[in-house]
């Protein structure tokens, strides 16, 4: 008895199927665009990438700017083994990302170069993306923050004739774990420089020999907080 009613209403009004069953979504599997291989250029991997796909890029030299599509991630192959110089015209920087949201780069080493010079490394505008263990020498500027989200994790930056990090904008960045070695020699400017309103987050890194302040901050930064959780092994530290 019981039990026929409750089929009865489960097959007239569906009252069993709360909360409703909705469908599984369909989520195509990521693809490995590989350059080097099926690809000669980043740009041309880069082009055909959709969200969530990788372009793992092979050892070697690669002369050409970059620039980042949403959603995918750009990691070399080995670590440090894929080397990105400034295009043979010479416009920079070498890599781009515009209103990016989601996406990484990893594992590259950024190298300016003495026929060509490098004014920056990484321009970061407006974008949230994740740049990681990579390497970047020798540029005017490492790597420029305009506003954004963006997460600096385990890179090297050196050797900067201006600026390892500018950040400026309403910019928020997360740095953390970096290490900075001989930048600012050029006009003594600080390792990391930030601007007003940005207020940028500094945790664990590793300044050592920079030609004048480690870092400078806008004011209403938490200069003592910056001082206390980063590591000075030479030169003056931090300046509100």
């Given amino acids: 008895g019981g039990a026929a009613l409750v089929a009865a209403l489960h097959l007239r009004f569906k009252i069993l199927d709360y ?20 690809y000669a250029a980043i740009g041309d991997a880069l082009a055909q990438a959709k969200p969530g796909d990788i372009v793992e890029v ?20 080995a670590p440090l083994a894929a080397i990105l110089r400034a295009p043979a015209e010479g416009k920079g920087p070498a890599v781009i990302a515009e209103s990016v949201h989601h996406g990484r780069i990893t594992g590259f080493r950024i190298v300016a170069d003495e026929k060509v010079p490098l004014a920056t490394g990484i321009l970061l505008d407006g974008a949230d993306i994740e740049v990681s263990d990579c390497g970047i020498e020798g540029t ?9 989200h963006p997460v600096l994790r385990a890179n090297t930056i050196q050797d900067s004739t201006q600026n390892a990090i500018t950040i400026s904008g309403d910019a928020t960045p997360w740095i953390s774990h970096n290490a900075f070695l001989r930048n600012g020699r050029k006009g003594r400017k600080p390792a990391v420089a930030a601007t007003d309103p940005a207020r940028p987050t ?12 480690a870092v400078t901050l806008a004011g209403g930064s938490d200069a003592p907080a910056v001082s206390k959780f980063n590591f000075f092994l030479t030169g003056q530290r931090v300046r509100p």
């Fill in 140 to 148: 005017a500027v490492g790597i420029e923050i305009r506003g954004g």
């Fill in 19 to 38: 909360p409703p069953q909705e469908p599984a979504p369909v989520v195509a599997p990521h693809r490995t665009l590989v350059v080097g291989g099926e």
């Fill in 202 to 213: 500094l945790l664990g890194n590793t300044f050592d020999d920079t030609a004048a302040r």
């Fill in 58 to 77: 092979q050892a070697g030299e690669y002369r050409e700017q970059v620039r980042m599509r949403e959603g995918v991630q750009l990691r070399s192959r």
